[in-house]
């Protein structure tokens, strides 16, 4: 079955500095991998989808993420923080031919200046 | 293009009333996604539709929720009667038949349920 492991459901940074959300997941087959942001009192907005190809995937507002097979993991980076970058993100996974997304739990950034 | 588009985006409620909440998908998507956000339990999905079918609606908490999709630019999630603990954010996504399963999200209807 299908999993989704966020480690650390808060990250702090300070502005400027590297911003890396963990994700893990648990497929029996490679997966489409997301990720999405939602700002608060938003919905969800989609950062980026790795689906096939090139591993290392970038999103929009200067994220990337990188897909390791061999670690089975998705992290999310960005090399610099930004204020506006303060949200909560959400790993997610789908294999092929399977309707749903399985959501992580979240990790909510926050962005000191 | 417009979005996902949910309505009411606020409803506070009495407990014991009914709540119909509104969810208009992008047009040409096939998939309609219902999820419920808390504090508590996060992101949990309710039920899905494909082609205006009810295909999954196990995460429905129990019979006091309900959802139709009666044409494919339309869905309804009510609730009746509303208890303190529905008290939550509702979020609406749907996605097309084709592509690599992403959902596009509304912005949600925060109910409060008094």
């Known amino acids: 079955a299908q999993s989704v492991t966020q480690l650390g459901s808060h990250v702090s940074v300070s502005e400027g500095a590297l911003v890396l959300l963990r994700c893990n997941y648990s497929?029996?087959?490679?997966?489409?991998l997301f990720w999405y942001v939602q700002y608060p009192n938003q919905g969800l907005q989609l950062l980026l989808k790795?689906?096939?190809?090139?591993?290392l995937v970038k999103g929009i507002n200067g994220f990337e993420a990188e897909f390791k097979k061999s670690e089975t993991s998705f992290h999310l980076t960005k090399p610099s923080a930004h204020m506006s970058d303060a949200a909560e993100y959400f790993c997610?996974?789908?294999?092929?031919?399977?309707?749903?997304?399985?959501f992580g739990t979240g990790t909510r950034l926050q962005v000191f200046p | 293009d417009a979005g996902v588009i949910q309505s009411p985006r606020h409803e506070v409620t009495e407990m014991g009333q009914e709540v119909t909440l509104r969810c208009k998908p992008i047009?040409?998507?096939?998939?309609l996604f219902w999820y419920r956000q808390t504090m508590m339990r996060g992101l949990e999905l309710l039920i899905y539709?494909?082609?205006?079918?009810?295909?999954?609606d196990s995460g429905m908490p129990e019979d006091r929720f309900s959802a139709k999709m009666p044409n494919a630019s339309f869905s309804t999630l009510k609730i009746q009667p509303s208890e303190p603990r529905d008290s939550a954010v509702y979020f609406c996504a749907s996605r097309p038949l084709r592509g690599y399963n992403e959902q596009f999200f509304g912005p949600g209807t925060r109910l409060t349920v008094l």
């Open positions: 790795y689906t096939t190809g090139a591993t």
């Open positions: 497929s029996s087959v490679p997966p489409y």
């Open positions: 047009s040409g998507h096939d998939y």
């Open positions: 539709f494909n082609n205006n079918v009810p295909i999954d």
């Open positions: 997610a996974v789908s294999d092929h031919g399977y309707d749903k997304l399985i």
